[in-house]
């Protein structure tokens, strides 16, 4: 279990195995014997959240829910497989997901836009579906019981308009996807986190995002359990670095000029230089070239969202 951080309250943070290390966590929350997970990785992260459940002494018969923030592959492309060696497992996902797990070839499609088919197949593998007899659901504000304990729901877009948070009322701490932007262990400056807005294809919208991110401080968290990467405190200071960096951001795709990848390469320089002010503002021990390098495939797919966001606002301009 050496990719495993144990957490308070019952939480553990299992490195997925996507791409680097401490990239991407799938959480397991154990409690009274029972357990959830909170999202899944990929298909090779299977046999890793199996052996973890085994380290810990908990039967695959004893998982309630497998918990998806949102069914982009890094955080949902194992689900399917995963549930294969769950069987009481209910999979909870937004209702704008549902229909994805458990016919992944649309989703598998926009993955492949993405990435190219032959890289996205090397990253994720074959996408296994869903039973929909063991799809659930999710309803903004319900609450699912993991024993005696409240794992409240609630509907965050802004990176993507199917994104869930989880509550955990035991915790009072959030689950938040992709929602609370990602922070990178490397860029840590003795024990403070960096945070930082992912604006990733393509359902970027960042008033939605402004308002989900007040959502979730509205309820007070201890803290924010992040898929990149796990659990970060100091959530009022890093919250109010999610909305100046976002806002940041939208200025530069705002500014950029041209089209197609004239405007990307603009819109990608930019959020470079963003990350270079970052680093003196965060005083990071890291140079700003290491720094670049850790965000470097991050700030590719923001500078992709931000130009997909732009394109949707000429198309309702001109409607």
Do not use: K
Request: aromatic share 6%; glycine share 8%.
């Amino acid at each position: 279990m050496q990719d495993v951080i144990t957490h308070p309250d019952g939480i553990h943070a299992l490195d997925s195995g996507y791409g680097r290390p401490q990239l991407a966590a799938i959480h397991l929350i154990v409690h009274e014997g029972r357990a959830a997970i909170v999202d899944t990785g990929t298909n090779a992260s299977v046999p890793r959240v199996l052996a973890v459940l085994a380290g810990l002494g908990v039967a695959p018969d004893a998982v309630d829910w497998v918990l998806l923030t949102h069914i982009h592959l890094d955080h949902a492309g194992g689900a399917g497989s995963l549930m294969c060696a769950l069987p009481n497992a209910r999979l909870v996902v937004h209702p704008r997901g549902m229909r994805h797990m458990a016919d992944p070839s649309r989703l598998w499609e926009g993955t492949s836009a993405v990435y190219g088919a032959e890289r996205a197949f090397a990253l994720y593998g074959r996408i296994v579906p869903v039973p929909a007899e063991r799809i659930r659901p999710a309803t903004d504000g319900e609450v699912l019981q993991l024993g005696g304990r409240r794992l409240r729901i609630l509907d965050t877009p802004g990176h993507a308009r199917h994104h869930l948070c989880i509550w955990d009322e035991t915790a009072r701490a959030f689950f938040t996807g992709d929602t609370f932007g990602l922070s990178y262990r490397e860029l840590d400056v003795d024990g403070r986190a960096f945070v930082f807005p992912t604006t990733t294809p393509t359902q970027f919208d960042p008033d939605a995002m402004h308002a989900s991110i007040d959502r979730l401080m509205s309820y007070s968290p201890t803290a924010m359990y992040l898929t990149h990467y796990s659990r970060v405190t100091e959530v009022e200071r890093l919250a109010a670095d999610l909305h100046r960096l976002l806002d940041t951001q939208v200025a530069v795709a705002r500014a950029a000029r041209g089209e197609g990848v004239a405007r990307h390469v603009e819109i990608l320089a930019g959020l470079e230089q963003i990350v270079r002010e970052e680093a003196a503002r965060q005083g990071w021990t890291v140079d700003e070239n290491e720094a670049l390098e850790v965000l470097r495939d991050d700030l590719v797919l923001n500078a992709q969202g931000l130009g997909v966001w732009l394109d949707s606002l000429r198309e309702v301009e001109t409607v």
